[in-house]
């Protein structure tokens, strides 16, 4: 938890007190049923909970945002911006419907009011949102093709509506074909060695015409 407060140290009594809680929250209900790996739950602030705040080190969302987290699985990044974000509202999808019941716990647990969640396969959601967060789903060609026409026309953001993506490695082949594209170093911003290779990926998308 202190991992948290160093780099976002103007949180809310509230928001620490659900950054502390979602730890007992995860631990519990991944014996039940096994969303995040072993190895990663005792690391679970850096690897899922600071690896999903990486976003918000490249963008601010401002309040009344909507924001879309595709293949959220166990939550992420969808849970953790939701507690920095209380006045933004984000939808979770996942085609799983046992990953959504840990979601479901946990967002009850700390009593979020502005998550959603849906058991679907994100290409059969039919809505728009500023921004579409992701980490782990898919490689971006496949992934543009699912949100196509998922984007709201009305932008409130220095970056442009589209997807803000959590990416590892080398993304040169991967993105080649998308000159758009911004990568953002997560190591520009974490010190921790678990971040040297993290990246978020910024992709503008045209809203539905
Ligand atoms: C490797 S997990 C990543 C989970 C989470 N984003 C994370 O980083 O911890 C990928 C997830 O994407 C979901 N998924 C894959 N394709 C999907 C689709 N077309 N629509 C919705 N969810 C999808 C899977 O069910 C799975 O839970």
Known sequence: MDLILKYFPDLTPDQIEKFKKLETLYQDWNLKINVVS????????????LHSLGIAKVISFKDGSNILDVGTGGGFPGVPLAILYPECSFHLVDSIAKKLKVVNEVVEGLGLTNVKTTHSRVEDIDDTYDFIVSRAVAIMPTFVHWVKGKIAKKQQHELKNGILYLKGGDLS????????ASIYHLSNYYAEDFFDTKQVVHLPLKYRG
Request: glycine share 0%; charged share 55%.
């Open 38 to 49: 072993r190895k990663d739950i005792d690391e679970l602030y850096l690897r899922h909970v």
């Open 173 to 180: 082949e991967e993105l080649k074909d998308y000159k758009a």
